[in-house]
């Protein structure tokens, strides 16, 4: 489904929504390589849509002991590709689906650099 990204400003960038769900919120960015459960967990991020810099996420899927809080707190996830079948063995699921039934809205296909 194709999505928009569109800031304050204006600005607008194209992209797909692989979860069909829509949202707003501050748009934050982090350069992490790895730790996107962490972060979407994170009180920290509350409200806030997630821009990942590296361009592959879900690779290593989701686990519990993962979480920073029970719950996540971000508003979004923005990220360039979004791995649907992890490479892990310690994976209880992918990314994707995680993000889905925590009904957090995805924008992917956007260049995050």
Known sequence: ??????????ECFR???P????????VVFTTAMAGY????????FAGQMVC??????????????LNEAPRPWAAGFICRRLTLQPD???AEGDLASWL???????ITEVDTR
């Open 19 to 26: 979860l069909g769900k829509g949202g707003s919120g501050e």
């Open 15 to 17: 992209g797909d929504a």
């Open 100 to 106: 889905k039934r925590h009904r957090i809205p995805v």
């Open 52 to 65: 990942m810099t590296f361009p592959e996420q879900g690779i290593y899927g989701v686990h519990a002991d």
């Open 1 to 10: 489904m194709l999505a928009h990204l569109i800031l304050k400003d204006g």
């Open 88 to 90: 892990h063995a310690r």
């Open 37 to 44: 459960q962490e972060i979407l967990t994170d009180p920290s």
